[in-house]
């Protein structure tokens, strides 16, 4: 079996930064491209920042210049720093992974079971 487990999520105000962890446990051989989605009340999940194994970015452009995703292929970790806030920001944030399994041929999708940003004064 292979958990997401996201963390770091919280209430800050306007202006402030979180930074939310995302660690993949189970039967994991490989790690590939590692993501953070997010879902506000009433929308649909939209994609917030990409990384590719070697350390690709990509960002949507809401989050340019504010948000930073990292990642450490060692502890099987994504990481996604939010800075300068904004009340639009608020919503569930989800981890997603592409890993291959051990012993498996091919690679699999997950996704974690979100954390709670909520961006208020």
């Known amino acids: 079996q292979v958990q997401l487990v996201e963390s770091g999520g919280g209430l800050v105000q306007p202006g402030g930064s979180l930074r939310l962890s995302c660690a993949a446990s189970?039967?994991?051989?490989?790690?590939?491209?590692m993501a953070w989605y997010r879902q506000a009340p009433g929308k649909q999940r939209e994609l917030v920042a990409t990384?590719?194994?070697?350390?690709?970015?990509n960002y949507a452009d809401s989050v340019k210049g504010r948000f930073t995703i990292s990642r450490d292929n060692a502890k099987n970790t994504v990481y996604l720093q939010m800075n300068s806030l904004k009340s639009e920001d608020t919503a569930v944030y989800y981890c997603?992974?592409?890993?291959?399994?051990?012993?498996?041929?091919?690679?699999?999708?997950?996704w974690g079971q979100g954390t709670q940003v909520t961006v208020s004064s």
């Open positions: 990384i590719t194994r070697g350390g690709t970015t």
């Open positions: 189970g039967t994991i051989d490989t790690m590939y491209a």
């Open positions: 997603n992974a592409d890993l291959k399994r051990l012993g498996a041929l091919g690679t699999s999708n997950y």
